[in-house]
């Protein structure tokens, strides 16, 4: 048996912001069935996540830039991570119905080999399935390891989010006030700003466009400093956060959205101040803590079914939607986690 199988492919690589013409809506056809005596599974769909570090795989491969090691291959369907159904299974972990998120390619069915840390069983299902692709997948994992592994909170500290209305960044807020941190966010629209003060309950909030000088506004924001920064954006306002860190502060390098999509990367010119301060600087990412997943599902879904945890979604409906939901994070359409419906079932 088999059936028509709509994919969203790669045209070619990408330079500067992406275009909807970069990116072929096509219809194929699929075998409903999995390899005789394979251990993969068929999947159907569900939801699909769209997410900033996808613009870093659109670009050509460079063998010596860590990031576009792993780049896309034009002309196949892009990846991303995405809620599915099991349709038919030969591995002996997963049967038909069963759910799972993780890696898979944007089409209507794939054919996968589940692999561990790369794709989970979805076990609670009291909760919506799209949050699989922000609260309770990876860029809730990403917020969760960021915050409390890479920047060792105390209580009291002080905290600032960029993109703090995003996927990663609304999480990293709420985990912050939990704490009990005074926490100030930044984003770009009035929408967004109050959407960070009146739902996800941070402190402050300033939409960043409308400064004209971000250290001024930092320094209005934490008259008493910065101890922890988690870090979305790069560029200008990574050079105003240096100025306005504690001493001992901490900078979780989360991603730099403001640079993705340029030619020559802007550089930072107040790093002598991580000497002086002795602030630690760490990059991540989240497959180095996957295997802390069923600690943060102990940790957050409680939180969740108490209402504790509040989480905003941006969604479309239709796979043909997906590239230009993907194209509107940069250039800040999103409000909250973007996803992409496929079925709904």
Known sequence: MTATNKQVILKDYVSGFPKES??????????????????SVLVKNLYLSCDPYMRIRMGKPDPSTAALSQAYTPGQPIQGYVVSRVIESGHPDYKKGDLLWGMVAWEEYS???????????????????SYYTGLLGMPGMTAYAGFYEVCSPKKGETVYVSAASGAVGQLVGQFAKMLGCYVVGSAGSKEKVDLLKTKF????????????????????????GIDIYFENVGGKMLDAV??????????????????????????????????????????????????????????VLPHIREGK??????????????????????????????VVVIARE
């Open 22 to 39: 970069d990116f072929d809506f096509i219809t194929t056809t699929v075998e409903l069935k999995v390899p005789e005596g394979s251990n």
């Open 201 to 224: 309950g941070f402190d402050d909030a300033f939409n960043y466009k409308e400064e004209p000088d971000l250290t001024a506004a930092l320094k209005r924001c934490f008259p008493n």
């Open 242 to 299: 240096l100025v306005n860190m504690n001493p001992h502060g901490r900078i979780a390098v989360c991603g730099m959205i403001s640079q993705y999509n340029l030619e020559n990367q802007e550089g930072v010119h107040n790093l002598s101040n991580i000497i002086y301060k002795r602030i630690r600087i760490q990059g991540f990412l989240v497959f180095d803590f996957y295997d802390k997943y069923s600690k943060f599902l102990e940790f």
């Open 111 to 129: 054919v996968i080999t589940p692999t561990p840390n790369v794709h989970f069983k979805i076990q609670h299902t009291d909760v919506p399935l």
């Open 309 to 338: 945890i509040t989480y905003v979604e941006d969604v479309v409906d239709g796979l043909e939607k997906a590239p230009e939901a993907l194209i509107g994070l940069f250039h800040g359409k999103n409000v909250g986690k973007q």
